[in-house]
């Protein structure tokens, strides 16, 4: 799946669903803070897409994408314990990208396949809003988190690192 077509998904599932949210144009960008100060929003309100790749036993090996404040980092032994895994690290960006559909830097919040879960840090549920790359660096997607948590369903846990 191309990033434009993941683009393309995420619209139009927000609009099958009649989300509450808006597209913001900007310079191409995929860091975090950077990224949030185009958009102008508190970093905290990115809804940053990492994928990790958990080994459970010696040869299977399980995927999530951890989505989290923009400011804070995943706790990978947490993600390790949530997965009932004995490792946890990043999967690598052939993997990610494959997974997500799209380049590392514009993952979106979203779980496309049904080989990565789907976590979400508790901190984010403190926004009305939320605010991510979607398969893009110049578009942002400001989303109504009550709608995301509708839609995509992630699983909410403490997934950041202390």
């Excluded at 609009?15 to 960008?29: F, K, L, Q, T, W």
């Excluded at 949030?36 to 905290?44: A, I, K, V």
């Excluded at 459970?56 to 990978?76: H, I, S």
Aim: aromatic content about 8%; proline content about 6%.
């Amino acid at each position: 799946m191309a990033s434009e077509d993941v683009y393309g998904k995420l619209i139009t599932l927000l609009d099958e669903r009649g989300a509450s949210y808006r597209v913001i144009e900007h310079e191409p960008e995929g860091v975090t803070e950077a990224v949030s100060r185009l958009r102008g929003h508190d970093p905290r309100q990115a809804a940053k897409c990492i994928v990790i790749m958990v080994k459970v036993g010696k040869k299977e090996k399980r995927y999530a994408a951890a989505v989290l404040p923009g400011d804070r980092r995943v706790d990978f032994g947490r993600m390790k314990a949530l997965c009932n895994g004995s490792y946890a690290s990043f999967a690598t960006p052939e993997v990610a990208e494959e997974l997500a559909g799209t380049p590392v830097g514009t993952i979106p919040p979203f779980s496309f396949d049904e080989r990565m879960g789907l976590f979400m840090d508790p901190e984010l549920l403190e926004f009305d809003e939320v605010f991510f790359n979607a398969g893009r660096l110049d578009r942002t997607i400001a989303l109504s988190t009550k709608d995301y948590l509708a839609i995509a369903n992630p699983r909410i846990e403490p997934i950041t690192q202390v």
